[in-house]
């Protein structure tokens, strides 16, 4: 499974990005969709998660309130709506994919999921 993320792009403080994430197949009935960002000298870090199976929703606590996470099934598309943007959200966002359902605890790690995007760069000036 192959994943293209878009939608990154240069956005001031307070704006709002919508990014993408396609999978290129539907191998999977019921996977569990992430975002992770890694911004400049960090490590990638969790954003969120969707479980498909439930359509339950986990956030990070310092997007809460800002970012939303959707899917269309028709479309076979996963959306990351990010609004209220600030400079410390400035990183690479990678959507990624896992056919499985992993415990609550674990969907948090980056070792939960297989399938990962190229990343697309999101900057917030200040």
């Known amino acids: 499974v192959q994943l293209q993320a878009s939608g990154g792009g240069l956005v001031q403080t307070g704006g709002s990005l919508r990014l993408s994430c396609s999978p290129s197949s539907r191998t999977f009935n019921t996977p569990t969709m992430a975002w992770f960002r890694q911004a400049p000298g960090k490590e990638r870090e969790f954003v969120v998660a969707?479980?498909?199976?439930?359509?339950?929703?986990y956030y990070t606590d310092s997007v809460k309130g800002r970012f939303t996470i959707s899917r269309d099934s028709a479309e076979n598309t996963l959306y990351l709506q990010m609004n209220s943007l600030k400079p410390e959200d400035t990183a690479v966002y990678y959507c990624?994919?896992?056919?499985?359902?992993?415990?609550?605890?674990?969907?948090?790690?980056?070792?939960?999921?297989?399938?990962w995007g190229q990343g697309t760069l999101v900057t917030v000036s200040s």
């Open positions: 969707l479980r498909f199976a439930s359509n339950t929703k």
């Open positions: 990624a994919l896992t056919g499985r359902t992993p415990i609550v605890s674990w969907l948090y790690s980056s070792d939960a999921y297989e399938y």
